[in-house]
């Protein structure tokens, strides 16, 4: 029941006072597990003006095995899987990294950075990450494309 407490607690602290372009909500209120992440896509970024839907599914086991965190909007990153599970390489997330002391908050945090700053050099689509590395404008141009096609709320 330690979990429950701690994912409770985490839970009201991020609606209390959310970081910045981060809201956060239970998929289902019956399910603390499973929540629902709304992510701004950060100024200056090919993201900017998008609003992404970002799955977070907590383990039972959590604060003790890490979040799994992937995207439910389609969106053109290294970072992330170009497919229907959006699923994102983030290293904190890792098993072998993951401490307990981590927060949901600065997972979070974290994500939304990566949006800014992507790391091409730890990526899980490797064409996007070369591409990100070597022909940055057209990089910036899809993903500035993407965004507007699944990330804009009309």
Not at 92 to 110: G, N, Q, T, Y
Request: aromatic share 10%; with cysteine.
């Amino acid at each position: 029941m330690g979990s429950q407490r701690r994912i409770a607690k985490e839970l009201t602290e991020l609606n209390a006072a959310p970081p910045e372009g981060i809201s956060v909500e239970l998929a289902d209120e019956a399910n603390l597990y499973q929540w629902k992440v709304f992510m701004d896509g950060p100024e200056g970024s090919p993201y900017q003006g998008g609003k992404f839907l970002v799955n977070l599914a907590l383990p039972t086991e959590y604060p003790f095995k890490p979040p799994t965190v992937s995207f439910g909007t389609k969106i053109y990153h290294p970072n992330v899987t170009n497919d229907d599970k959006g699923s994102m390489c983030l290293g904190m997330l890792r098993a072998d990294e993951w401490k307990p002391s981590s927060k949901i908050a600065a997972v979070l945090e974290f994500a939304r950075q990566l949006l800014l700053e992507p790391m091409p050099d730890d990526a899980i689509e490797g064409r996007i990450a070369d591409q990100y590395k070597n022909d940055r404008k057209r990089y910036d141009e899809i993903a500035r494309e993407w965004t507007r096609k699944y990330a804009t709320s009309n």
